[in-house]
């Protein structure tokens, strides 16, 4: 149950985090590379988004595809480190949050799988 208290020391299992770029090639190459380096469990895409901010005292309007990744606990330091060096903006979008559950099958899956 999700409103069921954690035990002390509990860490969640499973981390989803977000990030967006230009254009459909980026986000496959991205994707593919992340998931090939160890750094992410799965990648998947959704586009195009169309993102509304204020960039250097602008509004701006831009479509852009969103990748989340999926990603194991251990895998973090070397996502985020991983993210800031081939990502082709100079102020990427990552933003990260614990799975509050995740199934078990899913979850068995995941860590049948071992992180490069």
Known sequence: ???????????????IAWTTVANAADADRLSADAVARGVAVCVQLEGAVTSHYRWQGAQER???????????????AAAEAWLYTVHPYTTPEWIVVRAEHVGEKYLSWVTAHPIN
């Open 1 to 15: 149950m999700l409103a069921e208290k954690r035990p002390v020391g509990f860490a969640f299992p499973m981390l």
């Open 62 to 76: 831009t479509v852009e595809f969103r990748l989340m990744f999926k990603l194991l606990p251990g895998q973090l």
